[in-house]
């Protein structure tokens, strides 16, 4: 299932249309997936209140990491909402990493529990998810869906509009890409962490 990051019950609370198709609200998260460089999307689904998989890809994110040096290993991508599995790799293979973890809402996985079972120094890789359930998706990733559909739907009005004025009121807007400076800097503190 693609990204939705404004569901039809949100709508006019975000100023969209009643009528506003899916499709530009699955092409709008898809554009803030991409700034977000969130290949796997920034939404998970929950089955009671677990955590199951990404919505955008139903894979979890993975990646791989040397082993730290200190306790503690930075993941990419935060808030980490589950981790599902660590590995370690030991002569070529990747072995299951046993034990109980800790992990932090800035994507911190803490690894100084003496209960894990370590086989080795060798690179670590993470399987985990990392974003938010629908309801504690964070107000401006929402806005900045609905910011990108009234750029849309302006930028199609004849003639590019640059400047609208209506009475007292007028809008002036005009840029190059699906995403202004404005959105660009509410979504800032939800890009990729690490790369």
């Known amino acids: 299932m693609a990204s939705e990051y404004i569901l039809p019950a949100d709508y006019a609370f975000y100023s969209l249309p009643a009528n506003t198709a899916q499709a530009q609200v699955h092409a709008a998260s898809a554009v803030v997936d991409g700034y977000l460089q969130r290949p796997a999307g920034a939404e998970y689904t929950l ?17 791989r990491r040397e082993f730290p040096r200190r306790g503690e ?7 980490v909402a589950l981790v599902t599995l660590i590995e370690q790799r030991n002569q070529g293979a990747w072995v299951t990493v046993s034990g109980s973890y800790d992990w932090s809402v800035g994507g911190r996985l803490w690894l100084d ?4 079972n370590f086989v ?3 690179d670590l890789r993470v399987t985990y998810l990392a974003g ?16 990108i559909i009234g750029f849309a739907n302006t930028a199609n009005m004849p003639g590019n509009t640059k400047r609208m004025k209506a009475g007292d009121s007028e809008i002036e807007r005009f840029d190059d890409t699906a995403m202004d400076g ?3 800097g509410m979504l800032a503190p939800y890009r990729r962490v690490f790369a």
């Open 120 to 122: 080795g120094d060798g």
């Open 47 to 63: 089955a009671g209140q677990t955590p199951t998989v990404m919505k955008s890809t139903g894979q979890a994110i993975q990646e």
């Open 73 to 79: 290993l930075q993941l990419s991508y935060s808030p």
């Open 113 to 116: 529990n003496p209960s894990l």
């Open 182 to 184: 404005d959105t660009r």
């Open 132 to 147: 938010w359930d629908y309801a504690s998706l964070p107000a401006p990733v929402k806005q900045a869906v609905a910011n």
